[in-house]
């Protein structure tokens, strides 16, 4: 099956500082990519539908300018948590689309995990 | 908008007993409907789907499903738990347009020796 992979697998950093979470398609053009965050014990919440070539779609309450997302090629979306914050700590899991999929096939990545100290 | 609700917050089965988990959907055309699970820590794993056609969809590990339209719901059945079974499950909608998956909020399943 198709794979998604998301580069770091978890991360620790100092508040203040700046993160860059990759989201992958291994075998597989994307032309969308989806990008959620999941608190402890709680679901996924989308924040933002990631377009290649185009700025990405942000879900109402999610702020564009702290969460900078990036799909720069049909392969590869970044999700960047600008001057994080101990609440910005979370699982993030991105999801890509399949172009070729008739029903909108996506599949998910193994998520990534933020801790902000 | 779409929403997905899933009733029950936490069941604990005892091993080799069914199971059914609940959910229900809110969409306003035939939805995708997807169950995944997940292990603490990790990441989704998806169990079925429903796309169109037959509404009883067999997946992993033994699982099925059955879309009911009538009763907007899509109930995930095991006929037998092991205790590896253990997790977080999760039922989504999907727009069939946009592509945007909405999450339950999740059943807790613990599995009893």
């Known amino acids: 099956g198709a794979v998604v992979s998301q580069h770091p697998s978890r991360v620790i950093c100092k508040s203040g500082t700046s993160v860059k979470i990759e989201c992958r398609s291994l075998?597989?053009?994307?032309?969308?990519m989806f990008w959620y965050r999941q608190f402890p014990k709680k679901s996924l919440m989308l924040m933002a539908t990631?377009?290649?070539?185009?700025?990405?779609?942000?879900e109402q309450g999610v702020e564009k300018d702290k969460f900078l997302i990036n799909h720069a090629s049909l392969t590869l979306s970044t999700l960047t948590v600008t001057s994080a914050h101990p609440e910005d700590s979370s699982f993030y899991i991105c999801?890509?689309?399949?172009?070729?999929?008739?029903?909108?096939?996506?599949?998910f990545g193994p998520g990534t995990r933020l801790t902000v100290l | 908008a779409q929403s997905v609700t899933q009733p029950d917050i936490h069941i604990t089965v005892s091993e080799g007993a069914s199971l059914e988990l609940r959910c229900n959907y809110s969409?306003?055309?035939?939805?995708?409907l997807f169950w995944y699970v997940q292990s603490p820590g990790q990441g989704l794993q998806l169990l079925l789907k429903?796309?169109?056609?037959?509404?009883l969809v067999q997946g992993i590990k033994g699982f099925e499903a059955e879309f009911k339209r009538s009763q907007s719901s899509f109930n995930l059945r095991k006929p037998s738990v092991h205790w590896s079974d253990a997790a977080e499950y999760f039922c989504?909608?999907?727009?069939?347009?946009?592509?945007?998956?909405?999450f339950g909020d999740g059943t807790t399943l613990t599995v009893k020796p």
């Open positions: 999801s890509a689309r399949a172009s070729e999929s008739s029903y909108n096939e996506q599949f």
């Open positions: 075998d597989f053009q994307a032309t969308t």
């Open positions: 990631s377009n290649e070539g185009s700025k990405a779609t942000y």
């Open positions: 969409y306003g055309a035939t939805p995708y």
């Open positions: 429903y796309f169109s056609g037959d509404t």
């Open positions: 989504a909608v999907r727009d069939t347009n946009a592509g945007k998956s909405t």
